[in-house]
């Protein structure tokens, strides 16, 4: 599918949380950034012992009786990067046996850093590990007893390096090995070795503290956003909500009054938005009474000037004989009816909105109503199917169901092309009366389906007949049929009549059965 043709709505409030877990991802890159820093540390690290061990054994070969003072004095160097409180010394004769142990190997570090921030870090890099687990270089080949390989590489004249592994296959400490020599000959050999979490405490420690900062400045971020997020996605949800009550189902406004910014806390560009739709609203709702109350306006005061025009060109017709006279009479004539129409459609209106709706028989009403039609409107050409019972009621007015059908037989009756009858059918299906009217003629043009029945609407040509059309009618027909709580369509149809193929329009109204 076309990606123009796609219909994805995402709402604010789930791109605004699909951003927030788009920057979840920070605390996974934080975490690769921690495996690569403890890999850089570690290679390091082995790489400062390698050399302090080197240092230490040319110590050793240069000054031996500075050597022994240090010895005897347990404080055998004053190497910058040897701490002996967190690391072992051992000097091995040239027959592989140890003379000398100095410092301590302690199974925890007490001088770590344990703080809030520190422990967080590790927390999350901890937890991180559990999902994401890696594995750091041991370039280094092991084996079983390291001391044992080192010091035999040792005094062969190699400066070697290997872990000390668990159970686990996981590093205790590492170990360095290198030759002792004195003029040029082995006479033994130094191996120094650290705990893992020792080695590189202080840094490490430095950089989990930061982690454990970035991820709290992170939560405290994410909650913030969250909070805001929702708060902000509410407001616009009460704001829709709020507009939608204000239209009713077929989009008039209703009595209810729309909150202004001013009852609010907020004051933001949403609330600004809010106080404009208030404003907008308002002069809408004005606007809305205006036009109501137009007609009646018009028809009050056009009412005793039309009279008077009416009673003026009487009296010229009796003095004199002119056809500008016919023109002026026929023109106030459809003058008036425009009024009537307009008139007519506003009483209707309140009519409905005025009268409670009561239980009648519309099988019995539209078999008497069709009857007579077919007697009083003989130019209707009438073709009647009524296949409801007298009994069958709907709620509503009988009388506006009347003036509905008026509307839709005239409508029918002048659109027609006299090639079939006006067909009208009523029939029961299920909980639901329908009634359709049929006639051939032109088609309705495409998309106005539902466009007709909007006030002001109409589907006719300039100057068609004598008579002034405002597209009322079909409104009227609206109105009704909402009052009644069905639904009215209009849809093009072809007819087969005699044999003949032909084109027309079919109204199909659709009204709800009342059970008592």
């Known amino acids: 599918m076309p990606f123009s043709r796609l219909n994805l709505r995402l709402s604010i409030r789930t791109r605004l949380f699909i951003l927030l877990l788009l920057l979840t991802i920070l605390p996974f890159l934080a975490y690769r950034f921690a495996i690569d820093l403890h890999r850089i540390m570690l290679n390091n690290q082995a790489i400062v012992q390698q050399q302090t061990v080197e240092n230490l054994a040319l110590i050793l070969e240069n000054r031996t009786d500075l050597w022994a003072l240090q010895i005897q004095s347990g404080k055998p160097t004053r190497l910058a990067h040897l701490n002996l409180n967190k690391s072992v010394l051992w000097v091995v004769n040239e027959y592989g046996q140890t003379t000398y142990v100095v410092g301590k190997l302690p199974d925890k570090d007490e001088h770590l850093d344990n703080g809030f921030f520190t ?61 002792l020599m004195i003029q040029d000959r082995i006479i033994g050999s130094l191996v120094l070795e650290q705990r893992m979490e020792t080695l590189f405490s202080e840094s490490l420690n430095y950089f989990y503290k930061l982690i454990g900062i970035g991820a709290t400045i992170f939560v405290i971020v994410i909650i913030g956003a969250i909070l805001h997020t929702a708060s902000l996605s509410n407001r616009i949800i009460r704001l829709d909500h709020d507009v939608k009550k204000m239209f009713d189902i077929k989009g008039r406004l209703t009595q209810l009054v729309f909150k202004d910014r001013k009852q609010r806390l907020y004051q933001d560009e949403l609330s600004d938005l809010r106080h404009h739709i208030y404003e907008m609203l308002k002069q809408l709702g004005a606007y809305e009474r205006y036009l109501k109350q137009l007609p009646k306006t018009l028809r009050h005061e056009l009412h005793n000037p039309l009279n008077r025009l009416s009673m003026a060109l009487t009296l010229l017709e009796k003095e004199t004989d002119h056809q500008q006279l016919d023109y002026a009479q026929h023109a106030l004539a459809q003058l008036k009816q425009i009024i009537a129409s307009l008139s007519e459609a506003t009483s209707i209106e309140d009519s409905l909105n005025s009268q409670p709706p009561e239980p009648f028989p519309i099988g019995l009403m539209l078999r008497h109503y069709l009857h007579n039609s077919v007697i009083l409107h003989p130019e209707y050409n009438l073709k009647v199917e009524l296949k409801l019972e ?127």
């Open 390 to 516: 007298d009994q069958i009621q709907i709620l509503g007015d009988g009388f506006m169901i009347e003036q509905m059908m008026d509307k839709l037989l005239s409508n029918a009756h002048d659109f027609s092309d006299a090639q079939m009858p006006v067909q009208v059918k009523c029939q029961q299906l299920g909980n639901k009366v329908q009634i359709k009217i049929e006639n051939s003629g032109p088609s309705l043009p495409a998309g106005h389906e539902q466009q007709i029945f909007d006030g002001m609407t109409s589907m006719r040509s300039m100057n068609q007949d004598d008579q002034a059309h405002l597209g009322l009618g079909l409104y009227i027909v609206r109105l009704i049929v909402d009052f009644h709580q069905g639904q009215v369509q209009a849809e093009n149809q072809t007819f087969i009549y005699q044999g003949q193929s032909l084109q027309g329009v079919s109204f199909a109204i659709t009204l709800p059965i009342y059970h008592a």
């Open 119 to 179: 422990s967080s870090g590790k927390l999350l890099i901890k937890t991180l590990a559990t999902f994401l687990p890696y594995s750091l270089p041991y370039p280094y080949p092991q084996s079983s007893k390291p001391e044992l390989t080192l010091i035999q590489h040792s005094l062969n004249g190699q400066t070697i390096q290997q872990y000390r592994m668990d159970k686990r296959q996981e590093p205790i400490s590492l170990m360095s090995a290198t030759p």
